[in-house]
């Protein structure tokens, strides 16, 4: 099982959201490298979802239920989807702020690598986050 943190602008689609849905098709990543993280995602792989925009902060955990297909919008096997449930919000969301802060985080792509949608959260990372969100 890998952990990934996928970025969602809250004004277009947020945690609440996908609380509300009970599930979606995460779509909309364009950039090479996140589509090359998306691909290798599978079934299980646990999610962080992450605010963008004014709140930078990490709000909530999600789960892929299906694996990387192609989008049922447009069929393109070359931007592919994943579909995702949530698990549950984070305690307390962790800032942008607190991950810079902290020098765990130093050489990840969240702060190296800001533009990223879809990136890959090494086991002590994750364990991190949900270490900072329970303070």
């Known amino acids: ?3 990934w943190l996928l970025k969602t602008e809250p004004d277009t689609y947020s945690w609440d ?5 009970g599930r ?3 779509d909309g990543i364009t950039n090479a490298l996140a589509l ?6 599978a079934p299980g792989d646990e999610v ?18 299906e694996g990387p297909h192609p989008d049922p919008r447009t069929g393109d096997p070359k931007r592919p989807v994943v579909d995702i449930v949530p698990e549950r919000p984070l305690s307390s969301p962790v800032t942008l702020e607190q991950i810079k802060a ?7 792509a969240l702060v190296r690598n800001p533009r990223l949608s879809f ?12 270490t900072l969100s329970r303070k």
Request: aromatic share 10%; glycine share 4%.
């Open 17 to 21: 959201d996908l609380a509300r849905e």
């Open 48 to 65: 962080l979802i992450y605010h963008t925009g004014a709140e930078r902060r990490a709000v909530g955990l999600a789960k892929i239920v």
């Open 24 to 26: 979606t098709v995460w």
């Open 102 to 108: 902290d020098p765990a985080f130093a050489e990840w």
């Open 1 to 3: 099982m890998a952990r």
């Open 119 to 130: 990136m890959p959260v090494p086991d002590h990372l994750w364990q991190r986050i949900l």
């Open 36 to 41: 090359i993280h998306l691909r290798s995602s």
